[in-house]
């Protein structure tokens, strides 16, 4: 079911990228007699594009194409790919071309009594977060964004450890499209050969001790490309790069296979149920690691997490726990 928002610039662009995105040469002709417009209004339209970081090339006598082309995100195709069981928990599917930020849209619907089973999606992010403050860079069809409404009866303690499970579900997801190489860094990232390659962002709202309502927002990196990977901070990596040509319907289906059967008995199973499978997959597990909040430091050797999801932290045979709020990780070289 689609959402009746206005539409943004970008997406009343959408036709005429539609049209584009086999990646061809089409003639602004051609363009112009698909659309129903001019080919001056073709020219604006085209012109538009490269705002959003989407490289146009003209071939000289024939047209105009998007090199690689554009494997856009669809409503349908996603649907098409959900399980049964997925199908029956996900109560509204939103796709948007450009949104501010899907965690952000989500729990003000939350708020307003109406973003349980709710999944969004956007090709574009002008505003996305990461932890700790930091931006999310999301250009246009370079990445999946998601963010997934859930209500919860039980308090806010019902969800420690959910940010790990979501990447082990996610760690899952990419391992039905042979992704190699996939690891988890406490306590919220998915890497990939060492570097990120997706982020997981929780936000509450409501009474945390008794109704209380989570997003699950996360950004992957499928194929970043132009300016934006240069205003990202840190060592990543995208799906293109270890294993191109996924679909990302496909892919964005099989995570909602794997999200929406684990909010729906976390309460339940809590993350005792995924630590096992976290572990297995620790990226600096028996490694020198530093942990930094805004005032200190610790340093020690890593040492896994407990059935809550904390860190440990071997500090000169010392275990430590630390939860994951303010805190950040980094591998002491």
Request: proline share 4%.
């Amino acid at each position: 079911m689609h959402d009746s928002t206005p539409k943004s610039p970008l997406e009343q662009l959408r036709p005429v990228l539609n049209l584009l995105a086999d990646g061809e040469v089409h003639s602004g002709e051609s363009l112009g007699a698909a659309l129903g417009v001019s080919r001056a209004a073709v020219w604006k339209q085209l012109q538009k594009l490269e705002r959003y970081g989407l490289a146009l090339e003209s071939v000289k006598g024939r047209g105009y194409r998007l090199p690689g082309g554009l494997n856009l995100l669809s409503s349908e195709a996603i649907t098409a790919g959900l399980a049964p069981a997925s199908r029956d928990l996900l109560r509204q599917l939103i796709l948007c071309d450009e949104v501010d930020s899907t965690n952000a849209q989500l729990l003000a619907r939350l708020e307003r009594g109406c973003g349980h089973g709710v999944a969004m999606f956007a090709e574009r992010q002008t505003a996305g977060r990461g932890r700790r403050g930091r931006n999310w860079i999301s250009p246009f069809g370079g990445g999946i964004n998601l963010s997934v409404g859930w209500q919860f009866s039980g308090g806010v303690q019902l969800l420690e450890g959910l940010s790990l499970a979501v990447g082990v579900a996610l760690a899952r997801a990419l391992a039905e499209f042979e992704v190699p190489d996939v690891r988890l860094k406490w306590p919220n990232d998915v890497w990939c050969r060492g570097r990120k390659l997706a982020g997981v962002l929780l936000e509450l709202s409501g009474d945390l001790t008794d109704r209380c309502a989570v997003v699950v927002g996360i950004g992957l990196n499928v194929g970043l490309r132009g300016e934006s990977p240069a205003a990202i901070d840190q060592p990543w990596i995208d799906l293109h790069s270890v294993r191109p040509g996924i679909d990302r319907n496909r892919l964005a289906a099989a995570m909602l296979n794997q999200l929406l059967p684990l909010l729906q008995a976390y309460p339940e199973r809590g993350f005792g149920a995924y630590r096992e499978a976290w572990l297995a997959l620790d990226q600096f597990a028996g490694r020198p690691v530093r942990l930094q909040s805004a005032t200190r430091e610790w340093c020690g050797t890593a040492a896994g997490v407990d059935r809550s999801g904390a860190l440990i932290l071997d500090m000169d045979g010392e275990q430590r726990l630390f939860h994951g709020g303010e805190v950040s990780l980094r591998e002491v070289s």
